[in-house]
C-alpha cells in the first residue's frame, strides 16, 4: 500500500476510535464533571502545559501526531528552547513525541501500553481529563495504591501525588431506589485530603488546567490558525456581501 495512504488509514482509524471512546464515555459516565475552563489561545499556558506534560507524561505517554517543530512555532518557542528544555529522548525537532518507556515492560507493569495522547483531549474531552488528574485517591486493593473516582480501575499510577497530595474518598450511607426493607448502599460522596502536597489546591488546578490545554492544543494544532483564517474570511465575505447589495439597488433603481 502505498505509504501515504497508508498514513490517512491510520489517521482515520485513530479518528474512529476517538469517536467510539468518546460514546462509550458520556453513555455510561456518570461522574459530575467540573469545567476544565481551559483557554487553547493562552500562549504562557501552552508552554507551561508542554513543560508538563515533557516532565511528567511523557515518560509513558506519546504523542505521535505532533512534531517539536510545530510546538515551537506555535508556542512562540526557539528550536534551542524546545532542544533544551522539552526534548528529553530525541535529538531532531522534526521528531515526534515518542514515551521513553518500552512498549514492552509498559505492557508488563499495567496490564497494556499507556494510551498515545495525541487525540486525547478530542476522544474524552477536555473536562474528563480534567477532573481525572485530579481525582486519585488511596485504594488499598489496587496494585498502584491508588484508584481514580472518574476512571474506577486506572492501572495509572498518580504521578502527580508529590504536588496533589493523597485523598481518600468518602462514602455516605442512603436507601436502594425502588426498594421498601430498609437496604442502604454506599455512595461516592467526596474526595478529602489527606496528606498535603507541594501546592495548594488553586495552584494545583492550574497546572492540571494548563497540562489538559496543552493536550487540547496538540489534539488539533491548527486550530488557533484556522479560527483566525475564518474571522478574515468572514469579514472578506460580508464585505462583499454588502457591495453586491448595494450594486443591485444601483442596477435596479430605475425598474418599476
Not at 486506572?154 to 442512603?174: D, I
Not at 467526596?190 to 490545554?213: C, H, I, Q, W
Request: aromatic residues 12%.
Amino acid at each position: 500500500m502505498d505509504k501515504r495512504y497508508s498514513n490517512v488509514a491510520n489517521r482515520i482509524a485513530v479518528l474512529l476510535a476517538a469517536f467510539l471512546a468518546t460514546t462509550g464515555a458520556y453513555a455510561s459516565g456518570d461522574v459530575e464533571m467540573e469545567s476544565a475552563g481551559n483557554d487553547v489561545d493562552n500562549i504562557q499556558s501552552l508552554q507551561r502545559g508542554a513543560r508538563n506534560f515533557m516532565n511528567y507524561c511523557a515518560g509513558c505517554h506519546s504523542a505521535r501526531y505532533v512534531r517539536y517543530n510545530t510546538i515551537a512555532r506555535d508556542l512562540e518557542l526557539s528550536d534551542d528552547q524546545v532542544a533544551n528544555n522539552l526534548m528529553f529522548n530525541a535529538e531532531k525537532t522534526f521528531e515526534t513525541i515518542q514515551a521513553s518507556m518500552p512498549a514492552d515492560d509498559a505492557k508488563r507493569w499495567f496490564g497494556q501500553p499507556p494510551p498515545d495522547m495525541s487525540l486525547m483531549a478530542r476522544a474524552r474531552g477536555t473536562d474528563y481529563i480534567y477532573n481525572f488528574l485530579k481525582s486519585f485517591y488511596l485504594d488499598a486493593d489496587s496494585p498502584t495504591g491508588v484508584d481514580n473516582h472518574v476512571l474506577a480501575g486506572t492501572s495509572m499510577p498518580h504521578v502527580l501525588w508529590r504536588m496533589q497530595g493523597y485523598q481518600k474518598a468518602v462514602y455516605r450511607e442512603e436507601l436502594v431506589p425502588g426498594r421498601d426493607d430498609g437496604i442502604t448502599r454506599q455512595v461516592f460522596d467526596k474526595l478529602e485530603p489527606v496528606t498535603a502536597g507541594t501546592m495548594s489546591e488553586d495552584d494545583y488546578d492550574a497546572f492540571v488546567r494548563d497540562t489538559v490545554n496543552f493536550l487540547e492544543y496538540i489534539a488539533e494544532p491548527e486550530r488557533s490558525t484556522r479560527r483566525k483564517v475564518g474571522v478574515w474570511v468572514i469579514i472578506f465575505l460580508s464585505f462583499f456581501l454588502v457591495l453586491a447589495i448595494m450594486l443591485k439597488k444601483q442596477i435596479w433603481k430605475d425598474v418599476s
